[in-house]
């Protein structure tokens, strides 16, 4: 699949993400008060927290939650009828939000937080507004990792990696963290058609 970067509308300094799902000042609204604080809580508990990005059904974040019994997985998704289905599945430390991942790294997570990011495949989509890689998403995730933290990426999208890998000029390649035994959707498909996978693992540059 050929892919070329829509046009994105950049970060002002009001703070707010264009594009992103309900408004990326939805969280500050006092209805959803009880939820974010609850992702604190979270998130503020000991020990590490990684995070995945579009996590699907959560086969795999919960898979990891199992593997890595004393880490805490967070596991974003858009879409909240997957986020609701895969809940009941989900263990003590795995914390499943139905929320745009660019308003979560923009507006709640603290910095220095999080052990590892892991964003398997995201969208390849043309519309701007809908983009997650851009320069504020990388700072933010550089700002929400712990030193020595990783973000790991894959995409079977060539024109989209190179976009990517633009964005991380100042992060450099690194061991990819441990896994479990299961493989998200798209990298299932990618097995079966053996199609190139493109990514890796990175941390920001000290
Ligand atoms: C191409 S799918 C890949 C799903 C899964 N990670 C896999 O490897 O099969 C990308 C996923 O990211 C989700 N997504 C897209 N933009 C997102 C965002 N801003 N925040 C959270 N999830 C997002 C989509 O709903 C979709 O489930």
Not at 49 to 70: K, R, S, Y
Request: proline share 9%.
């Amino acid at each position: 699949m050929s892919w070329k970067p829509p046009t994105t509308r950049e970060r002002g300094t009001s703070g707010r993400v264009p594009g992103a799902l309900y408004g990326s000042l939805l969280l500050e609204q006092p209805k959803h008060r009880a939820t974010v604080d609850a992702f604190h809580a979270f998130i503020d508990a000991p020990g590490p927290v990684a995070l995945e990005v579009g996590m699907d059904n959560a086969t795999v974040l919960i898979d990891h939650a199992h593997t890595f019994p004393d880490t805490r997985w967070v596991g974003l998704e858009i879409r909240r009828r997957k986020v609701e289905r895969a809940k009941s599945a989900a263990p003590e430390n795995a914390y499943l939000w139905a929320m745009d991942a660019r308003t979560v790294f923009a507006t709640v997570l603290p910095p220095a937080r999080l052990s590892q990011v892991d964003i398997w495949f995201p969208t390849p989509t043309e519309n701007g507004n809908h983009v997650l890689f851009g320069p504020a998403f990388v700072a933010d995730v550089a700002r929400a990792l712990a030193p020595g933290g990783v973000l790991t990426i894959s995409t079977d999208v060539y024109g989209l990696w190179m976009f990517i890998e633009g964005l991380l000029t100042d992060w450099q390649p690194t061991a990819a963290p441990p896994r479990g035994d299961a493989r998200s959707r798209r990298e299932r498909v990618c097995r079966r058609q053996e199609l190139p996978v493109y990514g890796g693992s990175f941390t920001p540059r000290a």
